[in-house]
């Protein structure tokens, strides 16, 4: 089945400075992957996905690329604010029935310092 | 007020008992999902459905059980048998689609055991 790994496992950077985080999959059959933050004690909220016809999706300061060759996606954050202190889930996914479940990394947590 | 609801929020539990956790949708969504998180663990999926009256187990189903039978709910009982249920449990819901679907997270019930 599908195991996706995540790093760094914590990540402090200083407020306008970029942070980025990668993920790596191993089933070459995914074609789904969503990024998640999520603030202390609140639900994960969906922030940027991409699929697999793509290689880079942007919305605003956040970005994602995908390398299917290589099997590893990443997230981009750039001019970081302190708002953006949270921690981060990616995830992979085949499309379709039982297949579509996320799996999930185990979650980057994201400091931003003033 | 449309979207994914669970309680309770806070949850005790006494040893050898079993708690059910509520989790309710009105997005009109096919599947839903019950997840695990523990510190540093990112999210487990406990068992998944994606239609009324059927439901599969998940990574890890041991101590768990489930019931699907209207679209709007999907509870979770947590067994006796469940020897470490001390965690934060989300329930989320997606359309089934295929193209890749986001799950969108309730707020989480926190379950304690005394």
């Known amino acids: 089945g599908e195991n996706v790994e995540q790093h760094p496992s914590t990540l402090s950077v200083q407020e306008g400075d970029s942070a980025v985080i990668k993920c790596t999959y191993s089933?070459?059959?995914?074609?789904?992957f969503p990024w998640y933050k999520q603030e202390l004690g609140k639900r994960p909220q969906l922030i940027i996905d991409?699929?697999?016809?793509?290689g880079e999706k942007k919305d605003q300061r956040i970005a994602v690329t995908l390398n299917k060759t290589a099997k590893h996606f990443s997230l981009h954050i750039t001019e970081t604010q302190p708002e953006d202190s949270a921690v981060y889930f990616c995830?992979?996914?085949?499309?379709?029935?039982?297949?579509?479940?996320?799996?999930f990394g185990k979650g980057t947590k994201l400091s931003v310092k003033p | 007020d449309g979207g994914i609801t669970q309680s309770p929020k806070y949850l005790f539990r006494k040893e050898g008992q079993n708690v059910t956790l509520s989790c309710e949708q009105n997005?009109?969504?096919?599947?839903m999902y019950w997840y695990r998180q523990d510190p540093g663990q990112g999210l487990r999926l406990i068992y998944y459905?994606?239609?009324?009256?059927?439901?599969q187990k998940g990574d890890i189903a041991e101590g768990y059980s489930v019931s699907r039978e209207k679209k709007e709910s999907f509870p979770l009982t947590v067994t006796s048998a469940q020897k470490n249920p001390t965690a934060f449990y989300l329930c989320?819901?997606?359309?089934?689609?295929?193209?890749?679907?986001?799950?969108?997270f309730g707020p989480g019930t926190r379950l304690t055991v005394l």
């Open positions: 989320a819901s997606s359309i089934q689609s295929a193209y890749g679907d986001e799950q969108f």
């Open positions: 089933d070459s059959a995914s074609n789904y």
């Open positions: 991409i699929r697999s016809n793509v």
């Open positions: 995830a992979a996914s085949r499309t379709g029935g039982s297949q579509g479940n996320l799996i």
């Open positions: 997005l009109n969504h096919d599947a």
């Open positions: 459905s994606q239609i009324v009256n059927d439901f």
